[in-house]
């Protein structure tokens, strides 16, 4: 098959493949890919080839006849030929020059009456304050007689009154009278009066408004429709820097960027800078502002600019915990679940520590608010001797009260070891059944004092003095009515003790319980 040349195909030529067609179609994509191929197709070769891909071709006709009036969504070859169709939809919705010109015009007409009015109003309210203010002499001159009446006192002193002074005297009397009447309302108006002139200077500020026309004026400057952006900017911040700005001005503004700059906003240099340039554009409208009252009473900005950025972001971090257990019962659950938590729960969870049933409810209340700040506490290796602990931990609550019992007599210098009835146990203390043995520590050592049931000796000395450090052991016969103490100190020694028959009753009760038991 004979390749044909592009460039020298008639637009009437007809198709190899079929000569009674012409040709309809051109490749205009993939063509790199097939370098043997013939890019003309008519419309049987379309009909008969089977992998014919529309997308890569283009209709002859419609290139020539729609070249200059129509978009051409297939030309030429791109990676996404939606882009012609997107050009071709945003072209139909464009409105012509000459509309667009109309709007122009519309705009800057409207905007020039509006302006004008706004002017119009603003010179007329002018001078009408003007008109009422005290720029003369005259004028304060005439607004003191207003007030003071003092041209109907001069009325009342010329009148004749026929020689009369009676009737002179009591007209002027009753004048008068009612001038004073008004004393607080007068006082007030020549107050103000007073004012008006101390301040006549600064009634009109010339220098604050001509600052105030520049400023209008490079914000009509902005109003250009088609200026680029970059150098409309340059122009401003150019004109701009030809505006000498108070310096209360750039005090309010400091004021302001210290709000926004705050280190926990994380706002950025180019923000930063970007919004300052701005409000020094707008710094006399910023001027009226009145930081009196900026911050709630009672309350001051939190001074995060002194803290460093290691803790700033860790408050960041207990903030954004904060929301996530409030809003993620899962993160919530893993909090309560964690390591740090779990064992100071475990050290927390132990009968020595008489804790009431409340507090530990509102521990982990407090542990999961501030798990932020205790995360990285160790407390794998807390305790000096572990296996020591759990043991305690494991003691019933009932010996643990007793233990205490104990304690509580040592603190006393007494100290006691016996017996008691079952039947008492856990309801009153053991010495109060009278079958104790009851020693004191004197001078360091442990002396034995009777009256607690288990005092009649019959062997062993009563008034040995035992060593502080010593080991006693208390064995129990009941048949033969007889309590044995060991003391094990440096040799062995042992006291033998008879029980009186009635305390022998009292523990053969016992001892029955024992057995029902």
């Given at each position: 098959m004979?390749?044909?040349?592009?460039?020298?195909?008639?637009?009437?030529?007809?198709?190899?493949?079929?000569?009674q067609?012409?040709?309809?179609?051109?490749?205009?994509?993939?063509?790199?890919s097939?370098?043997?191929?013939?890019?003309?197709?008519?419309?049987?070769?379309?009909?008969?080839?089977?992998?014919?891909?529309?997308?890569?071709?283009?209709?002859?006709?419609?290139?020539?006849?729609?070249?200059?009036?129509?978009?051409?969504?297939?030309?030429?070859?791109?990676?996404?030929?939606?882009?012609?169709?997107?050009?071709?939809l945003?072209?139909?919705n464009?409105?012509?020059?000459?509309?667009?010109?109309?709007?122009?015009n519309?705009?800057?007409?409207?905007?020039?009456?509006?302006?004008?009015?706004?002017?119009?109003?603003?010179?007329?309210?002018?001078?009408?304050?003007?008109?009422?203010?005290?720029?003369?002499?005259d004028?304060?001159?005439?607004?003191?007689?207003?007030?003071?009446?003092?041209?109907?006192?001069?009325?009342?002193?010329?009148?004749?009154y026929?020689?009369?002074f009676?009737?002179?005297?009591?007209?002027?009397?009753?004048?008068?009278?009612?001038?004073?009447?008004?004393?607080?309302?007068?006082?007030?108006?020549l107050?103000?009066?007073?004012?008006?002139c101390?301040q006549?200077e600064?009634?009109?500020d010339?220098d604050?408004?001509?600052?105030?026309?520049?400023?209008?004026?490079?914000?009509?400057?902005?109003?250009?429709?088609?200026?680029?952006?970059?150098?409309?900017?340059?122009?401003s911040?150019n004109h701009?820097?030809?505006?000498?700005?108070p310096?209360?001005?750039?005090?309010?503004?400091?004021?302001?960027?210290?709000?926004?700059?705050?280190?926990?906003?994380?706002?950025?240099?180019?923000?930063l800078?970007?919004?300052?340039?701005?409000?020094?554009?707008?710094?006399?409208?910023i001027?009226?502002?009145?930081?009196?009252?900026?911050?709630?009473?009672?309350?001051?900005?939190?001074?995060?600019?002194?803290?460093?950025d290691?803790?700033?972001?860790?408050?960041?971090?207990?903030?954004?915990?904060?929301?996530k257990?409030?809003?993620?019962?899962?993160?919530?659950?893993?909090?309560?679940?964690?390591?740090?938590?779990?064992?100071?729960?475990?050290?927390?969870?132990?009968?020595?520590?008489?804790?009431?049933?409340?507090?530990p409810?509102?521990?982990?209340?407090?542990l999961?608010?501030?798990?932020?700040?205790?995360?990285?506490?160790?407390?794998?290796?807390?305790?000096?001797?572990?296996?020591?602990?759990?043991i305690?931990?494991?003691?019933?609550?009932?010996?643990?009260?007793?233990?205490?019992?104990?304690?509580?007599?040592?603190?006393?210098g007494?100290?006691?070891?016996?017996?008691?009835?079952?039947?008492?146990?856990?309801?009153?203390?053991?010495?109060q059944?009278?079958?104790?043995?009851?020693f004191?520590?004197?001078?360091?050592?442990?002396?034995?004092?009777?009256?607690?049931?288990?005092?009649?000796?019959?062997?062993?000395?009563?008034?040995?003095?035992?060593?502080?450090?010593?080991?006693?052991?208390?064995r129990?016969?009941?048949?033969?009515?007889?309590?044995e103490?060991?003391?094990?100190?440096?040799?062995?020694?042992?006291?033998?003790?008879?029980?009186?028959?009635?305390?022998?009753?009292?523990?053969?009760?016992?001892?029955n319980?024992?057995?029902?038991?």
């Amino acid at each position: 098959m004979d390749q044909l040349a592009p460039n020298s195909i008639p637009i009437q030529q007809n198709c190899i493949f079929h000569p009674q067609n012409k040709l309809a179609f051109i490749q205009v994509k993939e063509i790199s890919s097939l370098p043997n191929s013939n890019i003309f197709q008519c419309v049987d070769c379309f009909e008969q080839d089977l992998q014919f891909r529309g997308a890569n071709y283009m209709l002859i006709q419609k290139n020539i006849e729609n070249s200059e009036s129509d978009f051409h969504y297939k030309w030429p070859p791109l990676n996404d030929q939606q882009i012609i169709q997107n050009i071709d939809l945003k072209a139909k919705n464009l409105n012509s020059t000459q509309s667009v010109l109309n709007q122009i015009n519309s705009y800057f007409t409207q905007l020039k009456d509006e302006i004008i009015k706004k002017i119009d109003a603003s010179q007329k309210k002018a001078i009408n304050q003007a008109l009422q203010m005290p720029f003369s002499k005259d004028q304060i001159l005439k607004r003191y007689q207003e007030i003071s009446q003092i041209q109907n006192l001069k009325s009342l002193l010329m009148q004749d009154y026929n020689k009369s002074f009676e009737l002179q005297q009591k007209s002027c009397k009753e004048f008068i009278q009612q001038v004073e009447l008004n004393k607080d309302k007068n006082t007030q108006l020549l107050q103000e009066l007073l004012n008006q002139c101390e301040q006549i200077e600064l009634l009109i500020d010339f220098d604050r408004l001509n600052k105030s026309k520049v400023f209008l004026l490079d914000f009509l400057d902005q109003l250009n429709f088609f200026e680029d952006q970059t150098q409309s900017q340059v122009s401003s911040e150019n004109h701009l820097n030809n505006i000498i700005l108070p310096q209360q001005d750039n005090s309010k503004i400091d004021q302001l960027m210290n709000l926004i700059s705050n280190k926990t906003n994380y706002c950025s240099e180019v923000f930063l800078n970007q919004i300052r340039q701005q409000m020094q554009k707008l710094s006399l409208f910023i001027e009226q502002i009145s930081f009196d009252k900026m911050n709630q009473e009672g309350k001051k900005a939190i001074r995060f600019s002194e803290l460093n950025d290691k803790k700033i972001n860790s408050i960041n971090e207990y903030v954004e915990h904060l929301i996530k257990i409030q809003d993620d019962p899962q993160h919530l659950q893993s909090v309560k679940n964690s390591v740090q938590i779990s064992n100071l729960f475990y050290v927390l969870d132990n009968n020595f520590n008489f804790i009431s049933k409340n507090y530990p409810d509102n521990l982990m209340r407090y542990l999961i608010e501030t798990y932020p700040f205790s995360k990285n506490i160790n407390t794998d290796q807390m305790f000096s001797e572990e296996q020591s602990f759990n043991i305690l931990r494991c003691i019933d609550t009932n010996y643990i009260k007793e233990f205490v019992k104990i304690g509580a007599y040592a603190n006393y210098g007494s100290s006691m070891i016996g017996i008691m009835k079952n039947e008492n146990f856990n309801r009153q203390q053991g010495n109060q059944d009278k079958m104790s043995y009851h020693f004191r520590l004197q001078n360091n050592k442990m002396k034995y004092y009777g009256g607690f049931g288990i005092d009649k000796f019959v062997k062993g000395d009563k008034t040995q003095l035992l060593d502080e450090n010593c080991t006693l052991e208390l064995r129990v016969w009941l048949e033969g009515q007889q309590v044995e103490i060991y003391v094990y100190i440096s040799i062995y020694k042992r006291t033998n003790i008879n029980i009186s028959q009635k305390k022998y009753q009292q523990l053969s009760s016992f001892e029955n319980q024992c057995k029902q038991g």
